[in-house]
């Protein structure tokens, strides 16, 4: 196994103290979040609720461009609807269906579902919607809470 640069969120919950990391180097300052306005694109028709839910989660985060991602967005939504759907027939039909001949094998639409898993991960890591796409970009922020920290709200809470 290499040994890579960690992620800076992991780099600040490790490190030394504040804006260093475990090795004494100065780690990069964070990215301020801006909130976004909300002006949403128009929802494609025929989304469900988790289309409907994805959209205007994806549509949310400041750096989404409706002029240019609106494809992409679309096609995300409609692949986690499908996902669903999917993953419902499954449970419905269970993991192994009868063949051509009667014999037993596995459901085909597991190895579908696979693949939409595979383009939904590479779609989401181009929006930035995982932690480590977000860490690329700069706008993941882990605090170190200190035990000091963490007593204090226990404190504030009781």
């Known amino acids: 196994m290499t040994r890579g640069v960690k992620a800076p969120e992991h780099a600040r919950r490790i490190g030394r103290r504040p804006g260093v990391d475990a090795g004494g180097n100065k780690l990069p300052e964070p990215v301020v979040t801006l909130v976004p306005a909300g002006n949403f694109p128009a929802m494609p028709p025929g989304l469900g609720k988790l289309g409907r839910e994805s959209w205007e989660r994806i549509w949310s985060i400041e750096w989404m461009l409706p002029a240019f991602d609106i494809a992409a967005v679309t096609r995300l939504c409609e692949m986690y609807e499908e996902r669903e759907a999917m993953r419902a027939t499954i449970a419905e039909e269970g993991w192994m269906v009868d063949g051509s001949k009667g014999q037993r094998r596995a459901n085909p639409l597991i190895d579908r579902v696979y693949k939409i898993d595979h383009e939904v991960r590479l779609l989401e890591c181009e929006f930035g919607l995982t932690p ?27």
């Open 132 to 158: 480590a796409a977000r860490s690329k970009l700069g706008y993941n922020e882990v605090r170190r809470v200190s035990k000091l920290d963490e007593m204090m709200r226990r404190q504030k809470e009781a």
